[in-house]
Structure formats: C-alpha cells, structure tokens
C-alpha cells in the first residue's frame, strides 16, 4: 500500500519507516523513546519547541517533518502531550522481560484507573491484546492532557500505539 494515509486515514507501516522520525530497531532497544507517527507536511512544530533536551528538529521550512535523534531523547514524552495531531507516543521495549510500555495521550472520558485492564490498539483501532494501565497523569507540564502508561506483552510491540476507548458508565 503506497499512501494508505491519503485512502484510509491511516499512514502504513512502510509510509511510516520511510518518515525521519520513525525509530529503528536499535534505537528502541536503548530504553523508552518518543516515536514520531508525522508523515504530513503541514506547519506544525509544537514537538520541536517543547523537547527540553532538544532531540526533536524540524527547522526551515515549518513544514519539514521532524527528525530525532534518539541519542538525545530521554522518553520523557513532553512531545506527546504538545503534539497537537496526537501522532505521537513513547515506547518502551526495554520495559521488561515479557512487557513493553507505550505512554500516549488520551483525550476521552472516562480515563483508565491504574490497575484496569484495557484492550490495546493499533493504527486503525483493531484489537490487538490486553494492556495493563501502569500509570494516569494530568501534569501542567503536559498542559493537562492525560497521558496513559500501558504495559502490555512484548510480542506486540511494533503494532500496539493506543488503547481501545472506555464505555461511559451509564
């Protein structure tokens, strides 16, 4: 599938790995890092702005896609909450034995309580396992977005990027 993104809403896998920010294997074996799922180019730079280590870049023109250079990124996932698209997340495969953590923002009601189990997603929100919630913030750092830490098992580590939204209680 060449552009998927322009006939579903949704950036392939190989859209995605052809992008500059894209990690490769080896960058997510060095601990929890930001990955970038931006393939548009639009005037958008809240991600460079807002990396206190200065590891996210996009420069002149506005609408260059953002590059990272991993050595720098700590994880701390301040683009995440800053991005205004939602296109990023930060995984960690280095989490543990068996589980992998991703941090997303979550902008639905009601958020997940630490402890829930939830059903991980992908790209086009199919099911892909269970996920356990590790952790909920809403800090002024991340302007109060929710950011949700999602343990969930190794084996699905390229595919999980969110989680399925919660029912309301009724």
């Known amino acids: 599938m060449k552009n998927c993104l322009k006939r579903t809403g949704c950036p392939s896998i190989g859209e995605l790995q052809n992008s500059p920010a894209f990690p490769k294997r080896e960058d997510y074996l060095k601990g929890p890092i930001a990955v970038i799922e931006c393939i548009e180019e639009i005037p958008c730079n809240p ?8 590891a996210i870049s ?11 250079d991993f050595d720098k990124c700590s994880g701390c996932g301040i683009c995440a909450a800053a991005c205004p698209g939602l296109a990023i997340y930060v995984k960690d495969y280095s989490y543990s034995d068996e589980e992998a953590l991703i941090t997303f923002p979550y902008e639905y009601l009601p958020l997940p309580k630490v402890g829930d189990t939830v059903t991980a997603a992908g790209r086009r929100g199919q099911e892909i396992c269970r996920g356990k919630i590790i952790k909920v913030t809403q800090s ?13 098992p190794k084996q699905f580590f390229d595919e999980v990027v969110t989680m399925k939204r ?3 209680a009724e």
């Open 166 to 168: 919660l029912k309301a």
């Open 47 to 54: 991600c460079e702005t807002s990396c206190p280590k200065g």
């Open 140 to 152: 002024k750092a991340s302007n109060r977005t929710a950011m949700i830490s999602m343990a969930y």
């Open 58 to 68: 996009i420069g002149k023109p506005i609408t260059n896609l953002p590059r990272i």
